[in-house]
């Protein structure tokens, strides 16, 4: 469940950090009732932009597919021999 806390409670710097890292998703800050704010610990954001990186690459691998941008393996290996003399 999702952590919400007031904008006034960011004083208590120790508190929200142990809550960040107690926490393994983003800690929402609201100001006047709203939203305002997202902080997370380090661990938390290194994974989620490294999720973002992995899905944004497998969508553009799908549109490839989609467009018939490829290539067969063997036909691909033959292609980078060549190129490279190996």
């Not at 941008?69 to 021999?81: C, G, K």
């Given at each position: 469940?999702?952590?919400?806390?007031?904008?006034?409670?960011?004083?208590?710097?120790?508190?929200?950090?142990?809550?960040?890292?107690?926490?393994?998703?983003?800690?929402?800050?609201?100001?006047?009732?709203?939203?305002?704010?997202?902080?997370?610990?380090?661990?938390?954001?290194e994974r989620?932009?490294?999720?973002?990186?992995?899905?944004?690459?497998?969508?553009?691998?799908?549109?490839?597919?989609?467009?018939g941008a490829?290539?067969?393996?063997?036909?691909s290996l033959?292609?980078?021999?060549?190129?490279?003399?190996?």
């Amino acid at each position: 469940m999702p952590q919400i806390i007031p904008i006034k409670e960011l004083k208590n710097t120790g508190d929200i950090s142990m809550l960040c890292h107690n926490s393994d998703e983003p800690v929402y800050i609201t100001k006047n009732g709203y939203g305002d704010m997202v902080i997370m610990s380090m661990e938390v954001y290194e994974r989620t932009m490294f999720l973002q990186n992995v899905k944004s690459k497998i969508a553009k691998a799908e549109a490839q597919i989609e467009n018939g941008a490829v290539m067969e393996a063997i036909a691909s290996l033959d292609e980078i021999r060549s190129k490279y003399g190996i």
